[in-house]
Nanobody
Framework: QVQVVESGGGLVQTGGSLTLACAAS????????MGWYRQPPGKQRDLVAGIARGGRIIYVDSVKGRFTLSKDNAKNMVYLQMNSLKPEDTAVYFC??????????WGQGTQVTVSS
């Protein structure tokens, strides 16, 4: 069993900051990628940022320069530092973990609400 747990969501005003954390634990042999997705109300879930095994990080264009993803390999944790938040960043944020055996895991999601 693999558990993926997110934390750090909340309500913030426009221009504010939040940091999300994601911890992966359990019977996972090795991790290929970890990343953050978000799903605004009534919309599909899309990638926000992700990090591959070799350390390469990708961001969706709309968050470049505002969000920073970092990873603690020893703890199997990823963090998403979100600055200069905008109302359009409002969404449920999900952590995704892809194992090296083609296995995929999702957290339960954490709500981020940015008020205007």
């Amino acid at each position: 069993q693999v558990q993926v747990v997110e934390s750090g969501g909340g309500l913030v005003q426009t221009g504010g900051s939040l940091t999300l954390a994601c911890a992966a634990s359990g019977s996972i042999a090795s991790i290929d990628t970890m990343g953050w997705y978000r799903q605004p109300p009534g919309k599909q879930r899309d990638l926000v940022a992700g990090i591959a095994r070799g350390g390469r990080i990708i961001y969706v264009d709309s968050v470049k320069g505002r969000f920073t993803l970092s990873k603690d390999n020893a703890k199997n944790m990823v963090y998403l530092q979100m600055n200069s938040l905008k109302p359009e960043d409002t969404a449920v944020y999900f952590c995704n973990v892809d194992g090296s055996k083609g296995d995929h895991y999702w957290g339960q999601g954490t709500q981020v609400t940015v008020s205007s």
